[in-house]
């Protein structure tokens, strides 16, 4: 080993040249590199093709949930709602337009087929709101919501096919209870339903009448027991809708129809009972013919001078108040029967017109007639003898009737002849 300085040879271990003094820096070992281990690498195997159909199926699956989440979202929240509403609402789609009404109880008068019916008549509903539009197009404009996102309200611009203008209406919603498939909120339609929904509409009728009522017989479960009465049975139906339906009732033997379109803003109720303007032709003389076998049996009573204690079982009746007719009949018996001067022989009727009948508070039926009469006297002169006189003439009288076990009863009568003139 030599001095890098001067070249003198250097003595083993030395750390400085004994010639020229300078440092021997010694050389640094060497420091044989590591070595590397192979790495066995395993040759990359090509994808199956059953891995890369199930990948796509995945990706397909992923972006089809997305779709249709953000579809769902926008179906079920207020817009979605309101759109289809008003696509049901433009094509008349009963089964769409049905299930918004969210019906429950007793569906007997609010059926589909009910609104089906009423949908495609020309009767509509009695307030219907759109329902009774022909919408030819429309406009979902912007959703407000309100209540801490429990309501909203829904502004749509629409066209009627009547008009040419473009009006405006706000669609109500609020948020119901569930979810729709677990996720979306349930945002059901306030619109207008409350307008077309009757709830117990009231149908009083005299007791024991039959009830129909839209083609449907009133049965005991709709007998409100609490507010009908001896004279008056009260029925109470539910829910029905707002259109012009059809009440017929038989009513001691009568037929008695009449039409009526309920509505929520008032009372619901209606009272059936004879009347000449919901009574056939047929049944107005039926009644007239009651009447005047009625009278005709009256007088025959008088003739053969029956007082009131011998006819008085033929009118009576269970829960019956004879007391007016007993005090007219009375009357007529002083006047007709106890008359000294004046015998009646005979009394016939000759021709009977009901010109007015109404139904009283009391459930009494009052019938105003005019009939014609002719009748036979005898005449008691001022020497004591008879002279049979006739005559003709015609009287404006009243009957009062009460309904009992299907038939009309005579309870009271006023105007009734009681004088017989000689001339």
């Known amino acids: 080993m030599y001095c890098g300085e001067c070249g003198a ?18 050389p640094k070992e060497k420091t044989p590199p590591k070595e590397t281990p192979v790495r066995q690498v395993t040759p990359r195997q090509p994808m199956s093709k059953t891995k890369k159909i199930i990948l ?11 779709l249709g989440y953000n579809y769902l979202s926008e179906k079920f929240g207020p817009k979605g709602v309101v759109k289809e509403y008003f696509e049901a609402v433009v094509n008349k789609d009963v089964d769409v337009l049905y299930d918004f009404l969210d019906i429950e109880g007793d569906k007997t008068f609010v059926s589909k087929d009910k609104f089906k019916s009423v949908m495609e ?5 009695a307030s219907g709101g759109m329902l009774n539009m022909d919408i030819s197009k429309y406009q979902i404009d912007k959703v407000i919501y309100g209540d801490g996102k429990l309501s909203a309200k829904v502004t749509v611009n629409y066209t009627s096919k009547n008009s040419n203008e473009e009006a405006t209406t706000t669609v109500y919603l609020t948020k119901g209870k569930g979810k729709q498939f677990f996720i979306f909120d349930n945002w059901e339609l306030k619109e207008g339903y409350e307008s077309i929904l ?42 029905m809708f707002s259109s012009e339906i059809a009440i017929s009732a038989n009513i001691a033997g009568f037929e008695v129809t009449d039409t009526v379109a309920p509505t929520s803003y008032s009372y619901a109720s209606h009272t059936l009972s004879l009347e000449l303007d919901n009574l056939s032709k047929e049944d107005v003389e039926k009644l007239e013919t009651q009447v005047k076998t009625d009278i005709t049996t009256l007088y025959q009573n ?12 033929s009118y009576n ?6 007391e007016e007719l007993q005090e007219e009949y009375e009357s007529l018996y002083e006047s007709v029967a106890e008359n000294s001067s004046r015998t009646l022989k005979e009394f016939e009727v000759t021709s009977m017109k009901v010109n007015g009948l109404s139904s009283e508070d009391d459930g009494m039926l009052r019938v105003g007639i005019k009939f014609n009469y ?15 006189k006739t005559g003709k003439n015609s009287s404006n009288s009243t009957l009062y009737y009460q309904y009992s076990d299907g038939q ?16």
Do not use: M
């Open 121 to 125: 008549s020309k009767l509509k509903f």
């Open 56 to 66: 796509g199926v995945c990706a397909v699956v992923v972006v089809v949930l997305a």
């Open 9 to 26: 040879k250097l003595e083993k271990d030395a750390t400085f040249c004994s010639e020229c003094g300078t440092k021997v820096e010694k």
């Open 198 to 239: 009757v709830k117990d509409y009231e149908i009083k009728v005299p007791a024991g009448s039959k009830v129909t009522v839209d083609k449907i017989d009133l049965d005991e479960k709709y007998l409100d027991k609490d507010n009908s009465s001896k004279v008056w049975d009260v029925y109470k139906i539910p829910q």
């Open 374 to 388: 002719n009748y036979k006297i005898d005449y008691k002169r001022y020497d004591d003898s008879i002279e049979e």
């Open 408 to 423: 009309l009863k005579l309870v009271d009568a006023s105007y009734l002849v009681s004088y017989f003139s000689t001339y």
């Open 317 to 322: 009746f269970k829960d019956a108040d004879l």
């Open 302 to 313: 008088l003739i053969e001078k029956k007082n009131w204690d011998a006819v008085k079982d």
